[in-house]
Nanobody
Framework: QVQLVESGGGLVQAGGSLRLSCAAS????????MGWFRQAPGKERDFVAT????????SYADSVKGRFTISRDNAKNTVYLQMNSLKPEDTAVYYC?????????????????WGQGTQVTVSS
């Protein structure tokens, strides 16, 4: 069984930065793509960023492109989301997910394990 544990959320002012981490259990972390999604109150879970198994390719939602960076450290079984220039509309619960395969996906159905989520609140 794979477990994903997110951390690093919190309250920050607009324009500030946060770095989210997602630690994965198991020995097969490096074989799979990873992704970050977010869900605001009353809304669906939306794609934020994703990264291939090697970290060689990434993809971002248009709303975060140029502000957020996804990365991974396969030796530490951890994926990160560096969030800069945060805006109030970035406020949401952020979830990391493990892809079903090694290449990235922007579709939540292509992820089979999820963390419990970490709250990010950006004040104006």
């Amino acid at each position: 069984q794979v477990q994903l544990v997110e951390s690093g959320g919190g309250l920050v002012q607009a324009g500030g930065s946060l770095r989210l981490s997602c630690a994965a259990s198991g020995r097969t972390f490096s074989r799979y793509a990873m992704g970050w999604f977010r869900q605001a109150p009353g809304k669906e879970r939306d794609f934020v960023a994703t990264i291939t198994w090697s970290g060689g390719s990434t993809s971002y939602a248009d709303s975060v492109k140029g502000r957020f960076t996804i990365s991974r450290d396969n030796a530490k079984n951890t994926v990160y989301l560096q969030m800069n220039s945060l805006k109030p509309e970035d406020t949401a619960v952020y979830y990391c997910g493990r892809g079903r395969g090694s290449y990235y996906s922007v579709v939540s159905d292509e992820y089979d394990y999820w963390g419990q989520g970490t709250q990010v609140t950006v004040s104006s």
